[in-house]
């Protein structure tokens, strides 16, 4: 190829491309590059100007993935200097120049001599030069050009993150989103259709649907109901080529739990439930117990028990075990057989936690009847009294009544009660009783100076059953009598002045009785008579003072002098 110029003539390397496209087509071209012209609109004239170094080029193309047994052409490098005699040169360096891509430096032709991958590498940068053989002197300035990898679908749709577990809740809507799924795809998104992905669903019809475009999962029924079925396992396939005939596939999992909400009210199993209770359960005790079933889970389960009619409400109570969601059935008053043989209860479930999207599907409520058998249990004997307080004087004969208890059966057996007392080893056994009628007697003379007061215990039992007891506490009460005379309070040692007036108090003397007030002072003090009297002294009651008192004084004579049991001392004068 010729080109004319007036300022200068420089050979042109052409670059001729082979490029192979997806469906196995190869084209040849050749470019031409002129330097120092450029062709403007027809009928204008050619205006020349200084040529500018350097070549253009345009891409070359290789195919990826080339199996074949022999390398794959890629293109030719042409100069305008060569003649075909082989006196030209082409060298080729950069990326991969050698190894992956060799070029016959007669003809120029290029060859890839391995099969390429365009994930991994898109395009190698090269660069061309022609030079004189016989001089080695370059006939073009090197230039730079660029083999791309093109594109073929070799990879199929990848999803990076399956497979997934995600949750939806129950009784959604139809067309409710549940989760978006990506897919992936390494092929050229820019070339074709390999790398367009297309979503549908192989698995979890009817229940759900996937958007082809968006992958965008959604509910495809109305009213899907946890309780009839739970978890579901949908295969989401992403087919690339648009979906065509021929496209390469993935899939993965989408494993879908329904979550609870609040759509079913508690029910109790039966309409009518009997519940034997022995009068002898413990008040505040759990006597039973009782349970509605809910379908639902977790705290749209949670319920609580309440009685709302019934000839019992007064008598039982019930509260709500948390854990178990049980009605606990309690004792608030004591039973008693032979009184009230059974009570009726109405006992009513109620959610707690309820959802007024769904409150069309109650009432969230439910009610039953408890019928309460209270059992007979054989009681201890029952005292008439819950204690006994007695009286006996002391000094009684010994055997003397002191009173009598009375238990009585309270079953309807009215079984023959025996009695006696409950002594411990290191009391003072003072009183008996009898077997049979519950009399109490003395077996000692008491001396209430000694001991006041007496507390036993009397047990009870039944003939039919003797090891069933009851006690009661029984106080006994020693009634004083006047049996201890009055003693002085001690020893007196008088001492007299010898200048004491006549009638003056000298002393008083007091006296004690270990009786009762009742039976002890007041006292009457007088000098006995069977003894010598001294003359100069005389004893007086006190009965002056407003409040009886066992006390007297005595009194100096004129005489002044000492008597023979009182020692004389000197004291001062008085004035």
């Not at 022609?130 to 370059?138: E, L, S, V």
């Not at 295969?235 to 496209?247: C, P, S």
């Not at 993935?250 to 609040?262: A, P």
Request: a negative charge; glycine letters at 8%.
């Amino acid at each position: 190829m010729k080109i004319t110029s007036t300022s200068c003539i420089c050979p042109v390397l052409v670059c001729l491309c082979f490029v192979q496209r997806c469906h196995g087509t190869a084209h040849h071209g050749s470019i031409k590059v002129t330097r120092n012209q450029t062709k403007h609109i027809e009928g204008e004239t050619e205006v020349h100007h200084r040529p500018k170094r350097g070549w253009v080029w345009n891409q070359f193309f290789v195919l990826e993935e080339h199996m074949g047994p022999d390398p794959q052409y890629v293109g030719k490098l042409h100069s305008n200097s060569d003649k075909g005699d082989g006196s030209v040169k082409y060298i080729l360096t950069g990326e991969g120049a050698g190894t992956i891509f060799i070029i016959d430096d007669t003809t120029g032709d290029i060859h890839s001599t391995k099969s390429l991958d365009r994930e991994q590498k898109t395009h190698y940068v090269l660069h061309a030069q022609a030079i004189d053989r016989r001089t080695n002197k370059p006939l073009e300035p090197e230039s730079e050009f660029i083999i791309k990898v093109q594109d073929i679908n070799d990879n199929a749709p990848k999803f990076t993150d399956g497979p997934y577990i995600v949750t939806v809740p129950e009784m959604s809507d139809m067309g409710t989103s549940v989760l978006q799924v990506t897919a992936t795809d390494a092929d050229d998104p820019t070339y074709g259709n390999s790398a367009r992905v297309v979503y549908s669903i192989l698995q979890g019809q009817p229940y759900f649907s996937v958007d082809p475009k968006t992958g965008v999962i959604r509910t495809a029924l109305h009213n899907m109901d946890r309780e009839a079925r739970e978890h579901y396992s949908v295969v989401i396939q992403a087919k690339d080529m648009a979906g065509q005939v021929g496209g390469l596939s993935g899939s993965t999992t989408v494993n879908i739990t329904l979550t609870d909400v609040n759509d079913n009210p508690p029910r109790f199993p039966q309409k009518h439930y009997q519940l034997y209770v022995p009068e002898s359960a413990q008040v505040g005790s759990a006597v039973g117990k009782i349970k509605a079933n809910d379908a639902d889970t977790g705290s749209n389960a949670d319920m609580t028990y309440s009685i709302i009619n019934g000839d019992g409400i007064g008598i039982f109570s019930i509260s709500t075990d948390k854990e178990t969601r049980e009605g606990i059935l309690s004792l608030k008053k004591p039973l008693n057989y032979e009184k009230k043989k059974s009570y009726t209860l109405t006992i009513e479930g109620a959610n707690t936690h309820l959802d007024f999207r769904f409150s069309h599907l109650g009432p969230f409520k439910d009610a039953t009847m408890l019928k309460i058998i209270v059992g007979d249990v054989d009681e201890p004997p029952l005292f008439s009294m819950p204690s006994y307080v007695m009286e006996v004087y002391e000094n009684a004969k010994i055997g003397t009544v002191v009173g009598t208890v009375l238990a009585q059966d309270p079953d309807s057996d009215n079984s023959l009660v025996r009695y006696f007392i409950d002594y411990s080893a290191e009391d003072d056994r003072c009183f008996n009783i009898d077997v049979n009628t519950g009399t109490i007697r003395t077996t000692k003379v008491l001396d209430r100076e000694e001991t006041s007061w007496y507390n036993i215990t009397v047990a009870a039992s039944e003939n039919d059953n003797p090891g069933l007891l009851s006690h009661v506490t029984v106080g006994i009460r020693v009634l004083d009598v006047n049996d201890n005379p009055p003693e002085l309070a001690r020893e007196y040692d008088i001492v007299v002045c010898e200048n004491s007036k006549p009638g003056q108090v000298i002393h008083t003397i007091s006296a004690t009785d270990k009786d009762d007030f009742a039976n002890g002072p007041r006292f009457n003090f007088f000098l006995d008579e069977h003894l010598s009297i001294n003359p100069n002294f005389t004893l007086k009651d006190n009965e002056a003072a407003a409040v009886p008192s066992p006390s007297g004084f005595v009194h100096a004579r004129e005489m002044g002098a000492c008597g023979p049991a009182m020692r004389k001392r000197s004291c001062p004068r008085l004035a």
